[in-house]
């Protein structure tokens, strides 16, 4: 309001200044008006002063009013960018729902299935117990029928004696026919309702295991969508803040759960926090894979804290972590395999006996020769603790070897075994750069970076740990 009343007085005063010099120019000034004019010379003077001041005033005004609307375009772009996230997470909130709705509906899924596998397991027990009922009754029924023939027998042998007609022996000897034939016949159902008792049990063995795996399937189905709905946040190498006492402690047990499909599981070694590892299912056991190499994706020049958290793609190349591989080994007796392929596609493979000592001891590792094809090159790595470029555990070589030959591993006076080295494809060339590749030496092995290598855990049968 106080605005607009300066921008009347700004018009009054341009007015009357207009006004007043139209007037001047119409009406000369005379000589005996000249005291007149010097005053109106002087009001007109004031009066421009009050026109400038004014002018300033309302410029000022306009530059606050200049300010006030670029103040509000960026509030509103401001509030536009609010909406525009606002909206973002509603369509974020509502595809969380959807997934969350999806969990919901497959719970409920799979409690029927749960229920009907339950109800059939009921039936299938009363079934058994009305099946052990009869047999028993027939086995009282087959005793008194023994203990009646015998007492027919000491009164055919008493009769025997005696003048006996023939048509009453030729009924005794049909009568004894006859209860033999039956006899054999009570027992044939025996050895059938033994069959069917045995056969009852195995469904119920097999009932069970499914009714495990179904719920095993079932939190691995409910991790899963959890973990997937925020790829963003999800690192597939840290531990799962989950509760469960029903995931498998490493691959082989959940091999033994009937699993053959290879694939990322998660797992829960005892003392560990739950974790993904790669499960490799082969005809007649589960290897937990700890490494894989196929192509130079995934840098493995890493340091120490990476070395021991993991790195890499669970389902391409990656490193599972020695944090991880050492509570695996805590298990029991373990098989170290190595699998390897040379540019010539020719693979070949190794087995070690496996223990690792702990982050105090920098994950010493223990191994002694096994079996496979491959020249034994690790055997006198037994003792050696684990080294990254950042941190050199091999004393007894002067130069850094984890630096020099790349990626960690663990060295032995700067040994020439090293599957973690970078990866080259082909031949190569110089001594110094053959050092760095994925060597296993020394032996008969080519003299070049390997192409692929996996090393995998399996449990050692209670036969290979007796030999």
């Known amino acids: 309001m106080k605005l607009f009343y300066l921008l009347l007085l700004l018009a009054g005063s341009t007015a009357a200044f207009h006004l007043d010099t139209s007037g001047r120019r119409e009406h000369p000034t005379l000589p005996s008006e000249a005291f007149t004019t010097e005053a109106s010379r002087t009001e007109a003077k004031s009066r421009f002063a009050m026109l400038d001041d004014v002018r300033l005033l309302a410029n000022g005004l306009l530059q606050l009013g200049q300010s006030l609307r670029e103040f509000v375009h960026k509030t509103k772009a401001q509030i536009n960018d609010i909406f525009h996230k606002l909206n973002i997470f509603d369509r974020s909130f509502y595809q969380l729902s959807v997934v969350t709705s999806e969990i919901k509906e497959e719970e409920e899924e799979l409690k029927k299935t749960t229920n009907i596998l339950k109800a059939n397991n009921e039936e299938i027990r009363n079934l058994s117990l009305e099946i052990n009922t009869k047999i028993n009754n027939i086995l009282q029924e087959r005793t008194q029928l023994q203990s009646k023939v015998g007492s027919l027998e000491e009164r055919l042998k008493g009769l025997s004696q005696s003048m006996i007609p023939a048509d009453q022996l030729r009924e005794i000897t049909t009568l004894k026919e006859v209860i033999e034939a039956q006899e054999k016949t009570i027992t044939s159902l025996l050895i059938a309702v033994k069959e069917q008792h045995d056969q009852l049990d195995h469904q119920k063995i097999k009932i069970k295991n499914l009714e495990e795996k179904l719920s095993f399937n079932s939190f691995q189905l409910t991790v899963d969508k959890a973990m997937d709905s925020d790829h963003s946040a999800t690192d597939k ?231």
């Open 237 to 467: 190498f840290e531990y799962l803040q989950i509760n469960s006492t029903d995931l498998p402690v490493d691959c082989s047990e959940l091999f033994t759960r009937g699993e053959t499909k290879s694939g990322v599981y998660a797992i829960k070694p005892n003392q560990s926090e739950p974790f993904y590892a790669y499960c490799e299912m082969s005809s007649d056991q589960g290897f937990t894979v700890i490494q894989h190499r196929a192509d130079s994706i995934v840098d493995f020049d890493q340091a120490w804290e990476m070395y021991q958290n993991g790195f890499g793609d669970l389902e391409k190349d990656f490193w599972l972590g020695l944090k991880k591989i050492y509570t695996i080994s805590q298990l029991g007796a373990y098989i170290l395999r190595i699998d390897v392929e040379d540019w010539k596609e020719e693979k070949h493979w190794a087995e070690y006996s496996f223990s690792l000592e702990g982050p105090s001891k920098d994950y010493t590792l223990h191994i002694s020769h096994f079996a496979g094809d491959l020249p034994d090159a690790m055997t006198n790595l037994t003792g050696s603790r684990f080294s990254t470029k950042d941190k050199n555990n091999d004393n007894s070589c002067n130069s850094d070897c984890a630096r020099n030959c790349t990626g960690g591993w663990w060295l032995n006076a700067c040994s020439e075994t090293n599957l973690n080295g970078k990866y080259f494809s082909l031949r190569a060339l110089g001594q110094s750069v053959k050092r760095k590749g994925i060597q296993w030496g020394p032996g008969t092995m080519p003299l070049y970076s390997l192409k692929t290598s996996k090393i995998s855990l399996r449990v050692m049968p209670v036969t290979e740990s007796g030999n």
